[in-house]
């Protein structure tokens, strides 16, 4: 199955859903390849993070870019359970060519009016890359605690009619940002942050269960 975080806005926390959505499906004793399909090679940073620190790696990483992402998926999906393609925050040909070859699309948008603002032109974006079997999930990330913009937010999200909203948050928590620095997924980090690693576990049950 190949998986492709993406949406067209930096910022809205793509790389730490994917990298830590790879490390959860490795521990399964799934064979996995991250993608990173940003020029920006943030995933590349974090895999490089695990590597220097001796980290476990159960799971492949390679960087790829422009149109042969889509190729280079079709070539490789029969090698592995799961694909992870991280694709950046902007409609790019890496993440045009991405999502054609995807099963799964998940678009992580902040409860901010700059990220529903981008419903519009996401939506457009998934309808020219006329993938007809992709299947679009939308959730909110990086959630205020409290407050009435998440609830705001996901009553946008749920307007858009090609893409499915999971009604739950994954919150801005420091656990998040601290795992990703290390290169660490927050199921890794010693102290765990119960809370964190429920938000993760319940979007990785939302979209492959």
Known sequence: MILV???IKGGSGKTTIATNL????????????????DDQGSAHEWFLQRDAKSYENSFAMVSMSGRAVYSNLQKMKHDYDDIIVDSGGRDSVSQRAAISAAD????PFKPRSLDIWTLSPVKRLIEECVNHNLKCYGFINQADFKGKNNDEALDVLKECGLIKTLPLLVCNRVAFANASANGLSVFETIPRDDKACKEMQDLHDAIYN
């Open 5 to 7: 975080v993406g949406g």
């Open 22 to 37: 790879c490390q959860m499906r490795a521990s399964k004793s799934r064979k996995v390849l991250l993608v990173d399909a």
């Open 104 to 107: 799964i699309l998940v678009l």
